[in-house]
């Protein structure tokens, strides 16, 4: 699921305003017609210094397509997020505990209701403008509780202040009873997120927002952006997840054995 | 002057979302290796449906970079952008009366004042969010009477209450004293416009709000989209203005001769 417009997987190597992809595209050797266009038979070729990262992208993108295992959602308002996000996490909950959810929508915090939206044009003219936005209900509760109670849930926490990442961190899992939250410090996340969880001995988060600190683990994710300069940090958080999504299974197999 | 992440001119015909360009690459005939990839010689090619189109914007695209016609110059806030279009304005003004400003972007008419922005993310749980916005200063009254006083400046007023439109529009004129306001319906735009503009013989605008309305003049333009698919309205203001702009030039001769 990806708001519309937003950069998605593959094209976003190819950002129209930072690496656009007419630059790279060349007439062949064929001679131009008198007029200075192209002959109707120019071939399009890429620029050879492109053309390695575009095969490769292109390769990357033809497998998951062929493969069917690239769905992309789209939506526009937080209004069409939470209704797909039900509406899929509802289907998706057959798969029981197979099915990972990976939540790194930025959804925003606070929107302005139907109700309170001006039918035209704000004019101005009339001085500064007043705005009542109301919080965005918090999706986590339904998602875990109700909709798909098996499925392994990651959110994200994104702050700009690091000393409230882990306890917003904690809070969160304690509010929600979900199974990993990555929070991450917004001039950091490059090179540096922590996966924060309950540790398998704590209670379940039932008991609401009263479970304290020593129930919950943190493991912090570094790389060397200067040592490599071309590496993605999301490459570790899903080998990561898929290492602790792969034990969660185990251990419910387990316990019911 | 383009807000960053934009559609822009030529790469808008391939927006990621909607006519995303690796969907219309393909390898060549050569055989992929055995394990699916692509071999290091393989060529990437167009798909023969996608060609022509595509054979089009690059040329234009190619002749326009050739020919150093078209300089894209970027901004993000409010501020970047008044800023920019002062500094440009100023030196344009060298230009004298040959130079025509088409003043497209659709700038936010409110902004949040820097000393008014919380330095961290904002916490949600606190309830609703209530947001207090300044007008953006209005620009064309510098623009036109002190920056580039003989530029040929066309202004664009859209609304979504039709009646508004042509008042609106008039009551810019009259505000800022520049040349033409084009007034569009935030849902005719692609088809409808009116150029709305002074008369000939109307008093300056020194006189402020007062100018009634027999001193200016309204011409609708539209076009047929259904006999017309593919026309863009654009094309037909753009000449409209050409027309204009050179007959704005040529009577500042003949008053000067």
Same mark, same amino acid.
């Given at each position: 699921m990806h708001r519309q417009f937003s950069l998605q997987p593959f094209s976003r190597h190819y950002s129209h305003s930072t690496h656009p992809f007419l630059d790279f595209l060349d007439f062949d050797g064929s001679e131009p017609t008198s007029a200075g266009e192209p002959s109707a038979a120019a071939h399009?070729?890429?620029?050879?210094? &492109?053309?390695?990262?575009?095969?490769d992208v292109l390769a990357a993108y033809k497998d998951a397509q062929n493969a069917g295992t690239l769905l992309t $959602?789209?939506?526009v308002t937080v209004n069409d997020y939470l209704w797909l996000l039900r509406a899929v996490s509802q289907e998706l909950s057959q798969l029981g505990r197979s099915c990972l959810y990976y939540l790194a929508a930025a959804v925003s915090d606070f929107f302005l209701p139907r109700q309170r939206m001006s039918e035209h044009k704000i004019q101005s003219g009339k001085g500064s403008l007043h705005i009542e936005m109301d919080q965005v209900p918090k999706i986590l509760k339904p998602l875990v509780a109700e909709w798909t109670r098996e499925g392994y849930i990651v959110s994200f926490k994104l702050e700009t202040d &690091?000393? $409230?990442?882990?306890?917003?961190?904690?809070?969160? $899992?304690?509010?929600?009873?979900?199974?990993?939250v990555i929070g991450n410090d917004l001039h950091r996340r490059k090179f540096e997120v922590v996966f924060v969880s309950p540790k398998a001995s704590a209670p379940r988060a039932d008991q609401g927002e009263s479970v304290p600190g020593e129930h919950y683990e943190e493991s912090w994710l570094r790389i060397d952006l200067e040592q490599h300069p071309q590496k993605e940090i999301e490459e570790d958080i899903v080998? &990561?997840?898929v290492k602790r999504h792969q034990a969660w299974i185990a251990a419910a197999s387990a316990a019911s054995a």
């Open positions: 399009i070729v890429v620029r050879p210094a &492109e053309r390695a990262q575009l095969l $959602l789209t939506f &690091e000393a $409230l990442l882990v306890p917003k961190a904690r809070q969160a $899992l304690a509010r929600y009873g979900h199974q990993v080998s &990561e997840l």
